[in-house]
C-alpha cells in the first residue's frame, strides 16, 4: 500500500501540510477540551468608576462547578496576584480553580481591575462584589451561603485580607439585588501574602475576621516578615489561625502542584477546611467520653476517629496525656474541633505504658509550685533530688502500639455512632 510517506510519493510540500494539519487538529481539539466557562460581569451595567469598556474595565468571575457526586456546598473566590499591575491568571488562577473543582468545592476566578487604570478601592470593591455575587447565587449554584471562602495568592492574598477587614454589611432595601447580601468572608487561604500591618494594631477590627490558612516560604523574606506579623494579630485576637511556613520556595509558586515538599501545603490545607466543618452543612458536635485499654484508663497516647462513608465530614484526633486533676483517659473535644453526626472508625494507639504527668503527681505539684514563687528551701531540693531517684524512668514500650479494632480477633473495624449529647466510652483490648 502506498501513502505519501512512501518513496515514490513522498513530497515535502505534502507533508509539511499534513503536519500542520494535524498540529492545528490537536490544537483545536485540545482548546475545545479545555475551554472554560464565561466571565460573569459583576456589574452588567458597567462597574462603579468604570473609566473605559475594555475587559480591564469590567470586573467579572469565571465559575468552575464539580460534578454534581462531588459538589461539598463550599465555594471559594480565587484571587490570583500579580502586583495589582498584572494578574497571574493561570496557575494562581485557573490551576487554583481547577483543583477545589476536582475537591468538590465550587471555585470562582476573580477578574479584578489594575493600577493605573484603577486604584485600591476599585480592586477591593471588585472582590467584595465577587462574594456578594456568590452568596447571592448560592440556591443557584447548590452551595451553603455560610460556606464561602477566598483564597489570594501575593497581591490578591492582600487583596481579600482588605476585604477581611473592611466587610459590608447587606442593604436590605438596596435596589441591586446583589447588594442585600454581605461580604463576610467565612474562610480565609493566604499565599505567600497578607497587609500592611500597621505598628499598633488597636485600630484594627477583628470582630468578623474569618478563621485563617497562612502558606509562605522564609526564602521569600519581604513577605514572610508581614505574614508572621498577621499571624501574631490573628493569634492575639483569638481568631482561629493556622499557618504552614516552608524553608525553601520562591514567591509566586502557585499551588506547587507536583513539588513533592511544598506541594504537601495544598493537602494541609484541605485537612484545615475538613476539621473546620467548611466541607460539610451538618454542625459541628462537642464530643466528651472515656478511653480504656484492658479495662484501664489509657494513660498516654490518641484516638483517631474517621468518618465512614461522610468524605467531607472532620476527622477527630483526642491526645490522651492526663494532664491536670481530673478522671483518667478521659477527654473533651470541642465544638469547633469536634465531628458530626454519623458513624465514625476508632483507632486507639498507647504512647506509654508508664506514664505520670508532673501536674498530675501531688509531690510535683506542691514542688513545681515552690520553683514558681521562688520558695524552695535547700531541705526541699534534697527532698526532690531524692524522689527523683526513687523515681522508675526507664522506658516502658517498645513501639506505638495500636489498636483498630475492639478485640484481635475481630474482623470489623471498631466503629461508633456519635449523635449531639453523646458521651463515648471507647474500649479496645489486647488480648
Known sequence: METAFTKRNFS?????????????????S??????????????????????????????????FIPEGSKRNGAAVLVVPGGGFATRAVDHEGVLIAQWFKDHGITA?????????????????????RGIQFIRAHAKE???SENRVGAIGFSAGAFLITDMAFHPLPPKVDAADPLDRVDTKINFMILAYGSTQMPESTESL???????????GTAEDAAIMKGMVRLHTSLFNANIPVEAHFFQNGEHGSGF????????EWTKLMHNWMATGGFLTDKPQLPLSGLVRLDSAPLIRGMVILTPINQPTAPPVVVYISNTGTGELGRFAVPKSHGPIAGTYRVEVRQDAIRWTSNSRDPFMIRMMAKQRDNSLTDADVREWGEFLRKRDLSPS?????????????DKQDYTVEIKEGTDLLIEVFSK
Not at 477583628?206 to 478563621?211: C, G, K
Open 12 to 28: 515535502p510540500m505534502k507533508y509539511s501540510n499534513l503536519i500542520i494539519q494535524l498540529v492545528f487538529l490537536v490544537t483545536v
Open 256 to 263: 506547587a502542584i507536583g513539588d513533592p515538599i511544598l506541594g
Open 141 to 143: 449554584y447548590h452551595i
Open 108 to 128: 470562582f476566578l476573580l477578574r479584578y481591575r489594575l493600577r493605573p487604570l484603577y486604584n485600591r478601592t476599585d480592586w477591593v470593591k471588585d472582590g467584595q
Open 397 to 409: 514500650i517498645y513501639n506505638q502500639r495500636v489498636f483498630p479494632r475492639q478485640h484481635p480477633g
Open 205 to 215: 477590627n477583628f470582630l468578623n475576621f474569618p478563621p485563617t490558612f497562612m502558606y
Open 30 to 63: 485540545t482548546a475545545m477540551g479545555q475551554k472554560l466557562a464565561d466571565p460573569i460581569l459583576l456589574w452588567p451595567g458597567g462597574a462603579p468608576g468604570a473609566t473605559g469598556s475594555t475587559d480591564e474595565d469590567k470586573p467579572a468571575i469565571i465559575p
